[in-house]
């Protein structure tokens, strides 16, 4: 008798462990396509997901080295989610047009909520058309707060190193994209930063040095330097225009050496 309750109390102890070690995440879709495919990528790897008639799913997470980064895919549509290897969650996405927008519940939603900016100041197109200095100022101040609610946090410094990481190339994507949404808000077509802002953005690219390796981060270097550069050199020759992108990444964004 003693042997058979050992049994079963290693097999509830298994099981246990193996809930812990792959918690799962429930998906449910409402206004979900049948001939869209739905995808759960999670640190570069993709699977593929089965709807039911409902439109939900269960995924059982596969072993996670650590904090992941993850997007669940529908068709064109896709949301940021953020997966912790012992904490699942329910995520309810709807892509219906008068309830577009998705929420979180269970262990892992609160870190999946500030992911997706549900804490973050809220940040509307109608703000480029703001002058520049007055949209120097909100982007300055938004960032302040931004900070402050991550350190709010506490101690989880993995997420909060993710979080920081998010928070900055949000920003950085605005200040890259302020000069042309400008210009087509005011019908100023021919308007260009002034060199106090362009000095400012070139800092910030500085300062998110540790996304460097994204490719958010590249797309947004290059698309800076194609403002800076090719307005300047409309028609010119393409190998000389190489070269003075080149020479502008080369002194705008390349840390000074410190003498000895």
Known sequence: MLRIVFFIWCGLLLGACRSEMHPEIYVRIAGAKKDFPTTLCIGGREFSITLDSVGSAVFVLPALPGLSEGELRHGVYRLPLLIEPDRGFEVYMSLLPDDFGAEFTGAGALKNEIWNGKYFRSFT?????LEEEAFLAFTKESREADRR????????????????????????????????????MTGKPDFLPSESYRSYVEEYFKEQEMASKQETYRRLLTEWIDMCIARKLPGGDSFREFLIRI??????????VEQQ
């Open 149 to 184: 609610m991550l350190d709010s946090l506490g101690k989880n410094e993995s997420f909060t190193a993710l979080m920081e990481k998010k928070a900055g190339l949000s920003v950085l994507e605005r200040l890259v994209r302020y000069p042309e949404r400008h210009a087509g």
């Open 247 to 256: 020479g502008y990444a080369d002194t705008s964004f390349q840390q000074p």
């Open 125 to 129: 197109d109608s703000l480029y058309g």
